[in-house]
């Protein structure tokens, strides 16, 4: 089964609200958490590390005051777009690492902005 | 910035045939990873490798980790129809689970 959890899975806005997504660890604890955007076509590209208890460290080109990262707890990451326009249209992934072996990525969340 | 040059971008072949595809990169990652991703769903992790020269099998797949640890291939025997999908290599480096994805591979297979 699913041991990271998204959610929604999908999600359709009106242009200018804002929007959270949230991940979750399942039966482990993540002090780590990474968020992924993922245009039709194209690859995952990293947006951002979300660290439990400190603020999250954003890839280049990624705006901090736009995609807002809280990683509440050790098992939940949660990533707000705020003001959303159309062209933040995306899935978005997250995935988290347990232990030392791998990261898992949660089933994505579709975002359509209209 | 890291970027892995993953390819081809497609393939269309016929059931039971073997496929091929590769990552090359510029610089050099710890880890290698290969990733399916079914539309609408997340990457779902096939092959993991960690030490130059590997060749590690997952059944009818078997990837191997380059000796500069500068490259990666993944070959899938006896395609079937259920392989259809976006196979992602992936890199990371030491340290974290930082994952940077190639751009993907599309396979199509025809019964």
């Known amino acids: 089964g699913a041991v990271v959890s998204q959610h929604p899975s999908r999600v359709i806005c009106k242009s200018g609200t804002s929007v959270k997504i949230e991940c979750r660890s399942l039966?482990?604890?993540?002090?780590?958490m990474f968020w992924y955007r993922q245009f039709p076509k194209q690859s995952l590209m990293l947006m951002a590390t979300?660290?439990?208890?400190?603020?999250?460290?954003?890839e280049q080109g990624v705006e901090k005051d736009k995609f807002l990262i809280n990683h509440a707890s050790l098992t939940l990451s949660t990533l707000t777009v705020t003001s959303a326009h159309p062209e933040d249209s995306s899935f978005y992934i997250c995935?988290?690492?347990?232990?030392?072996?791998?990261?898992?990525f949660g089933q994505g969340t579709r975002l359509t902005v209209v | 910035g890291q970027q892995l040059n993953q390819s081809p971008q497609s393939m269309f072949i016929q059931e039971g045939e073997d496929v091929s595809m590769n990552c090359t990169s510029s610089?050099?990652?710890?880890?290698w990873l290969w990733y399916k991703q079914d539309p609408g769903e997340g990457p779902v992790l096939l092959i993991a490798?960690?030490?130059?020269?590997e060749l590690t099998s997952n059944g009818r797949l078997t990837a191997q980790f380059g000796i500069t640890r500068k490259d990666s291939f993944l070959n899938i025997s006896a395609s079937i129809p259920s392989d259809v999908g976006i196979y992602f290599c992936?890199?990371?480096?030491?340290?974290?689970?930082?994952?940077?994805f190639g751009a993907g591979t599309r396979l199509f297979v025809k019964a």
């Open positions: 995935s988290a690492p347990r232990g030392n072996t791998e990261a898992f």
């Open positions: 039966d482990f604890q993540a002090t780590t």
């Open positions: 979300s660290n439990e208890g400190s603020k999250a460290t954003y």
């Open positions: 610089s050099i990652f710890n880890t």
């Open positions: 490798l960690y030490k130059a020269g």
């Open positions: 992936a890199g990371q480096r030491s340290g974290g689970f930082k994952t940077i």
